[in-house]
């Protein structure tokens, strides 16, 4: 284990020891598993209660990394959109593990995707599975004791060009009082800057940057809105997409953020204090 902490409520960064969690465990953390090039997060709340947000690609590790750390029941599943580096091992969590329920977009799908097709199927039909369509002002259904938020997709905005899949996948804003954090899936700059109609929501502490650190997604006006103190990149070291690029690495420095990266860092959990700030644990 590799550890940094951040004490206080501003942001302090210190290169620490090694050290074990305290006997008080922080209430909330965020897990921001590395599956390659790929998300996955895992978000446990203070009465255990557990919130996976994607499933990185087939054969991505995700099961590994959820029976490692003692995880035998997800609450609940949020597929941010019909994508395979989101979705791909999604099935697998949901045969392997109890699944209470899964989130999908209102609008995140890919029409001619037939295995994202094939996952939906298998999750409400053959396995039985709550499904909870997600749109803009919903929050979470019952099983998480904290306040979840979707953002995003708006099912009353009108679908332009720019609106792929990646554009209207799931954002959600999930916040346990002391710490709020930002998980923007694979947002555009238009995505970005729909949701600035509404700037209060973005402010978050921890931020999942959008689209693997994409140079068309963490516009500055987008990061000046969110002002995380820590700022997480979901990537594949030596991906064929060129993420992250170094002009959103440039942006996302430029918020003052700790800018953590998994391809360099391994897993990366966030814990959120009770009395504020960030403890990190870096599992390379």
């Not at 990149?233 to 953020?257: W, Y």
Request: proline fraction near 4%.
């Amino acid at each position: 284990m590799n550890w940094v902490c951040a004490l206080g409520f501003c942001l302090v960064f210190v290169s620490c020891s090694p050290v074990s969690v305290p006997d008080q465990e922080p209430r909330f953390s965020i897990t921001f598993c590395d599956v390659g090039q790929g998300d996955a997060a895992l978000v446990r709340f203070s009465d255990s209660t557990t919130l996976l947000i994607d499933a990185g690609s087939y054969g991505s590790g995700i099961d590994t990394i959820l029976t490692n750390r003692n995880i035998h029941v997800i609450n609940d599943l949020a597929v941010t959109h019909a994508h395979e580096d989101h979705y791909g091992n999604a099935g697998l969590v949901c045969r392997q593990f109890t699944v209470e329920r899964v989130w999908l977009s209102a609008r995140g799908t890919w029409p001619g995707d037939k295995a994202y097709a094939a996952f939906v199927r298998l999750v409400a039909d053959t396995l039985g599975i709550d499904t909870i369509v997600m749109f803009r002002g919903r929050q979470a259904p019952g099983g998480v004791s904290q306040r979840v938020t979707c953002l995003w997709p708006d099912t009353a905005a009108v679908i332009t060009e720019s609106d792929t899949c990646n554009a209207l996948s799931l954002v959600l804003s999930i916040s346990n009082g002391t710490c709020t954090a930002l998980m923007a899936a694979d947002i555009n700059f238009e995505s970005e800057k729909r949701l600035l109609d509404c700037p209060g929501e973005l402010s978050a502490t921890i931020l999942k940057a959008p689209h693997h650190g994409s140079k068309t997604s963490s516009s500055t006006a987008f990061l000046a809105a969110v002002a995380p103190d820590a700022a997480v990149v979901s990537v594949g070291s030596g991906n064929p997409f060129g993420h992250p690029s170094d002009e959103a690495i440039a942006r996302l420095a430029q918020t003052n953020a700790v800018v953590l990266r998994t391809d360099r860092n391994g897993s990366i959990t966030i814990y959120g204090k009770k009395g504020g700030g960030l403890l990190f644990d870096f599992d390379k």
